[in-house]
Each structure stands twice: as structure tokens, then as C-alpha cells.
């Protein structure tokens, strides 16, 4: 898909596609909806304030196994998933602080259980990789880091999928490779739901931002045959 064709495309799946001048067009996308991982009751603890916390520090994103292997945890940004011989749960955490204490790091934050928030310390010892996490409100029981799970990119419109080969796979490796080297933190990227085509080329730009602690943005570009990958700033 060359040219012209490229902007006919982006208007055909739903982009808005705004003319800039030289040559170039904006098309912004609605992207997918999200998976919420906290569900109704969770969100508001009784005193009315929400469970999405402004930095979940070093916890979102990994995956915890008791050493029977019968439960994990699975952390969101604002959620743990815990799961269980008993049953799955999603429950609203919050980080609210960290320190160093005797060789461990220790977050402390609140778990939201039995409709109300309670006070939590998350425990992390070990080395990056080989840690081991304690949290009473959360059973008690040690849980040690689950391998890191792939790279995922996340609120991509197919219709931007479309413009750019109709790979995912190609765009996603593409995306993950850059960020192991500019953002080892980064265990997955959003689309920020808008592309530039290059009229002339049919050259389509567009920015990510990556899931690491610096929120790295990174700009990817199809030419019609492979993806060149760079960050920005």
C-alpha cells in the first residue's frame, strides 16, 4: 500500500485524518479498549478515593509464585492478581512509599479487602530476577519472581495495524528489541492512537510509550518493508 492509498485506508477504518501541510496528514485513532483488571466494588474503597495508584514502583508488571506453585500473584498497575486452589481475585493495591531496610526493600502501601483499605508492607528481597516477595495482607506466605512475561504492545487500532503491513507480530518484536536496550524496565508499550503519513512515500510515524518507570517514548516508522525504531529526546 503506497501513496495517497494509505491516508484512503486510515479514513476507511475510522482514523480522523487532518491535512498538515507538506505532504503529511495526522489520522487519529479511537485504539482498543483497555482491560480493566479492577472490578466495580474494588475501585472505591469507603472513604471514596480510588485504588489507581500514580506510581506502582517496581511491583507492576511482575508475576509471584508460592514456593508450592499452587498461587501467584499477578501485579497491574493498580491491581494484583491473585490466584489460588480457592479461586482467582483481582485485588486494588497502592504503593505509597519505599525504604531500605536490613538488606530488603520495603513498600509500604494498603491492599483494598472485605470493602475497606487496609495497611500493607510489600517485602522484596534478592537480586533482580531471584526475588523474593512477603506481604501479610496478601496471605503472608513468600512468593518468588515468576520469569518476566513477553513484550506486549497495548491500545493499538488494527486500523493502524492495517496501515503498517498488517504484521503485529513484526511491529511488536520490532518495539521490544529497541526497548531491552533503551528500556529494560519496559515489559510492554501503548500506542499514544495517532500516525503521520507521508503523502509522497506513504511513510507512516508514530509514537509508543513505553510501561518502565521514565514512561520512555519511542517513535516507530514503516517505509512499506521493515520498521526503523528511535527514541525521543
Known amino acids: 500500500m503506497r501513496r495517497g492509498n494509505k491516508v484512503v485506508a486510515a479514513i476507511a477504518v475510522g482514523a480522523l485524518a487532518i491535512a498538515l501541510g507538506s ?7 479511537r485504539g482498543e479498549e483497555p482491560a480493566r483488571e479492577v472490578t466495580g466494588e474494588g475501585t472505591t474503597g469507603s472513604d471514596g478515593e480510588g485504588a489507581e495508584s500514580e506510581d506502582a ?8 509464585s508460592s514456593g508450592s506453585g499452587e498461587a501467584s500473584l499477578t501485579f ?16 486494588p ?3 505509597l512509599g519505599e525504604y531500605e531496610a536490613q538488606n530488603a526493600t520495603v513498600l509500604s502501601g494498603r491492599v483494598f479487602l472485605g470493602g475497606a483499605w487496609a495497611d500493607a508492607s510489600f517485602i522484596l528481597e ?19 519472581e515468576a520469569p518476566a512475561q513477553g513484550f506486549a ?8 495495524i492495517e496501515l503498517v503491513g498488517g504484521d503485529r507480530g513484526a511491529l511488536e518484536a520490532a518495539v521490544a528489541e529497541w526497548a531491552r536496550g ?5 515489559t510492554g508499550a501503548s500506542f499514544d492512537r495517532e500516525a503521520y ?8 510515524t508514530a509514537t509508543f510509550t513505553c510501561s518502565d518507570p521514565a514512561a520512555t517514548e519511542v517513535t516507530v516508522s514503516y517505509d512499506g518493508s521493515a520498521f526503523s525504531v528511535w527514541g525521543i529526546g
Not at 497491574?76 to 485485588?91: L, M
Not at 534478592?126 to 518468588?144: H, I, K, N, Q, V
Open 23 to 29: 505532504g503529511v496528514v495526522r489520522c487519529a485513532f
Open 57 to 64: 514502583g517496581p511491583l507492576a508488571g511482575t508475576s509471584w
Open 76 to 91: 497491574g498497575e493498580s491491581s494484583v492478581r491473585i490466584e489460588s486452589p480457592s479461586g482467582t481475585s483481582d485485588v
Open 93 to 95: 493495591y497502592e504503593v
Open 126 to 144: 534478592g537480586e533482580e530476577g531471584s526475588r523474593r516477595l512477603d506481604c501479610d495482607a496478601l496471605g503472608g506466605s513468600p512468593f518468588t
Open 153 to 160: 504492545l497495548s491500545e493499538v487500532d488494527p486500523g493502524f
Open 182 to 186: 533503551n528500556a529494560p524496565g519496559a
Open 197 to 204: 503519513i507521508d503523502y509522497a512515500s506513504g511513510q507512516v
